[in-house]
């Protein structure tokens, strides 16, 4: 029997979600009865919300009959602070959905969550999570929340300009200079990047000299309290980044192109480069369908000797964790076990590539190629190893508290814009940092 | 007495009760999520302390400045031009009014990607006719302005139909003996018709100066306050310190700078109020 492209790729998913059930129902021990909740916190069109039913819900709830699981999607600017004055009130999910450790440690603080630990030993969680993403919800010795998605930045390039030009993508500063000056010689912008639709994309550029000027081992340093960040070394990086602004490397357009725009302008060859995120792999590959040329993606040069190549910076933009609250976490620590699982990671990575890029170790470059383009693919597994082998730096958004990433955000425009110097932007952010680190508030570090 | 009830529940439930916390919240130190600690006016020395704090007040007292003149003066002569000028009158009322009920999301995100926006907008359409302007939206000096702009062209409709209500109010006779008198449009606008409707204009003004104190949506969709804080206004300071640095006491702190200018202009209105009664 011939089935269409659509109906092949339904009766794939509906083969996937039995076999996710029947594993699920063969590997659960027996669990507390009652039904859990979970609030999806980040924005999910109609055919998202289908897929999460089908590969997250359906397949949890048919190897757990008694621990129905249901999904309510709060999406929107205000999701956050739904699950988070729902918690705090004592009420909320069973399982709680935050934006990243930054507010988890709100919470944990509190003591509205639950300790993991007893899930992660029970579920063997450790050893399928990969260790350095896994630090990131423990504090005190105890795992509060488990990561859920696993992000970094990468250099996406126009692969189809760079072959006709002879480019290759930089490994170094000096690569990168020589590569640059050449875009521009041929009115061709160094870096299609822009925030008008999405001011934080400031901080995507500060973690890109961070990381691979500073280095993650002065970060860590930083992070930990052990060196300030008027260092001069972080000042000689946002410099770097001060330097690439004013020579005209980010456009003439910054501040008005929104991220689908950014994205053609690259797919169009008006732009050579893109440092950008693992989230955006999906806009890149539209617009380039649409412009008909090859995508690229490589890990982002080393700007400073002494800094491995490549490096990725972990980040987390989303974490899972169990309500202090729930009548049932033993119910939510099953759920858990399901959504770490090999099983749902095969039919999320097919339908809802991208954001769902969970960190397992077990995240193999030939089995996510029958899922996804073999680039993304290919992308997903070098970070993967990168950070299993300890080449990883930290984002900005994962790491910083929030006040400190609030002021990193805004003051770097001032410093592009020449209103304010160097030293002035890293002393404004060593004084806020110095303060959240005092209350307790930067967030659970990966150990190097 | 009793019939005032409902109203007094509603006003205590919704807006007293939730003012008193915004002002015991400015004297503590909060996250959102743990518990409050007491701290004297801490918060409001950090939002002294702080340069964006005061920068934004300025952009609250230009965006004030902007909103008591332009759309006012717009909003005048076109209401007394409907007054004056029968024919088509509905057509333009309703034309003029259009704009006040589109969602502001919807006008900011059409101003922002179809007229300022260089790639995809008029001005870099322009551009390909050799007409090379820069977005407004993203060059510090301009950045308010653009972001008034749009306000402006949402708001003076509103205003137009406002005061062209209040004209209507004006004795016809009063007008016909001005033009019989041979008295021009701006003799009869500056001896008749806005001496007949000036508790109209002192009422809308007032109520200008504290809408403008409370100023938000626009810039927030448009800006976020940037670039480099240059379009950052109060309420958007409140909301950053709130909601992104989770400090709720000088959000709170700024809040309550909000609320004194509305008081100021509320005090002020009230005053007239008795004079006139009097």
Redesign the interface.
């Known amino acids: 029997m011939l089935l269409s492209e659509g109906s092949q790729s339904m009766f794939a998913a509906l083969i996937g979600a039995v076999t996710a059930a029947a594993t699920l129902a063969m590997q659960s021990p027996a669990m507390a009865d009652g039904p859990i909740t979970l609030w999806y916190q980040r924005g999910c069109n109609p055919e998202q919300q289908r897929i999460l039913q089908k590969d997250l819900v359906a397949p949890f709830n048919a190897a757990h009959p008694t621990t129905p699981l249901t999904l309510d999607v709060r999406g929107g600017s205000n999701g956050d602070?739904q699950i988070?004055m729902a918690v705090?009130s004592g009420k909320g999910p069973d399982i709680v959905m935050t934006p990243g450790p930054s507010t988890t440690l709100?919470?944990v603080?509190?003591d509205?969550l639950l300790p993991l630990d007893d899930y992660i030993k029970k579920y063997n969680l450790d050893k399928r999570i990969l260790a350095p993403v896994l630090k990131t919800g423990e504090y005190k010795g105890h795992n509060y929340a488990l990561p859920r998605t696993f992000e970094t930045m990468v250099l996406y390039y126009n692969k189809t300009l760079f072959d006709k030009n002879g480019w290759t993508p930089p490994k170094s500063i000096a690569e990168l200079n020589a590569l640059a000056e050449a875009m521009q010689a041929k009115n061709i912008t160094p870096f299609s990047v822009g925030?008008?639709d999405w001011?934080a994309a400031n901080e995507w550029h500060v973690t890109v000299v961070l990381n691979h000027y500073a280095g993650p081992e002065n970060i860590y340093k930083a992070l930990k309290g052990e060196i300030p960040w008027t260092d001069p070394v972080f000042v000689q990086a946002i410099d770097m980044l001060k330097d690439w602004y004013q020579k005209g490397w980010f456009g003439?357009?910054?501040?008005?192109?929104?991220g689908d725009?950014e994205a053609l302008?690259l797919a169009k060859g008006e732009a050579g480069m893109a440092p950008n995120g693992t989230f955006s792999f999906d806009n890149m590959v539209a617009a380039f369908k649409q412009s008909g040329q090859e995508l690229g993606v490589a890990a982002l040069p080393s700007l400073r000797d002494g800094v491995p190549y490549p490096t990725y910076a972990i980040g987390t933009g989303s974490t899972m964790s169990i309500n202090k609250n729930s009548a049932n976490p033993d119910g939510a620590g099953a759920f858990l076990d399901y959504l770490y699982s090999d099983a749902f990671y095969d039919l999320i990575s097919r339908d809802w590539p991208g954001d769902w890029n969970l960190p397992l170790t077990s995240i193999d470059e030939a089995k996510l190629a029958k899922n996804v383009s073999p680039l993304f693919a290919a992308t997903v597994t070098s970070f993967s190893k990168a950070v299993a082998q300890g080449n990883f730096g930290y984002t900005t958004w994962t790491f910083w508290p929030?006040?400190t990433?609030?002021y990193l955000i805004?003051g770097i425009?001032?410093v592009?814009?020449g209103?304010i110097s160097t030293d002035d932007y890293l002393k404004k952010m060593q004084e806020t940092f110095a303060k959240e680190m005092a209350d307790g508030?930067v967030p659970p570090l990966a150990a190097r | 007495m009793p019939f005032l009830l409902p109203a007094l529940v509603i006003n205590v439930v919704i807006i007293l009760i939730p003012a008193l916390l915004t002002i015991a919240m400015a004297f503590v130190e909060w996250d959102g999520v743990s518990i409050p600690t007491f701290v004297g006016f801490d918060n409001f020395r950090t939002i002294f302390a702080d340069p964006v704090f005061f920068s934004a007040l300025l952009n609250n007292i230009k965006w004030t400045l902007i909103f008591l003149t332009v759309p006012i003066a717009i909003g005048l002569v076109a209401g007394s031009l409907l007054l004056v000028v029968r024919r088509g009158r509905t057509f333009f009322q309703i034309v003029y009014f259009l704009p006040v009920i589109i969602a502001t999301v919807v006008i900011a995100r059409v101003w922002q990607g179809m007229i300022y926006n260089p790639e995809s907008g008029l001005v870099g359409w322009l551009k390909l006719y050799g007409f090379v302007l820069s977005d407004p939206l993203a060059l510090p000096p301009t950045a308010l302005y653009a972001v008034a702009s749009v306000d402006l062209w949402h708001w003076w409709g509103f205003l137009a139909v406002i005061f062209f209500a209040a004209l209507r109010q004006v004795d016809m006779a009063q007008i016909d003996a001005a033009m019989l008198d041979g008295a021009n449009f701006l003799q009869l606008m500056r001896y008749v018709l806005l001496p007949a409707i000036r508790p109209t204009i002192t009422l809308m003004m007032i109520m200008t100066v504290i809408w403008s104190f409370l100023v938000f949506d626009f810039v927030y969709v448009l800006t976020q306050g940037g670039p480099a804080y240059s379009s950052e206004v109060l309420s958007t300071l409140s909301y950053r310190y709130a909601f992104y640095n989770y400090t709720i006491g000088p959000a709170a702190a700024v809040a309550l700078v909000i609320s004194f200018f509305g008081l100021i202009a509320t005090v002020f209105y009230v005053r007239i109020q008795q004079r006139e009664g009097v």
């Open positions: 602070r988070r705090i709100a919470l603080l509190s509205h925030n008008a001011r003439k357009n910054y501040f008005s192109l929104s725009q302008l929030p006040a990433e609030d805004h425009e001032q592009w814009l209103q508030k």
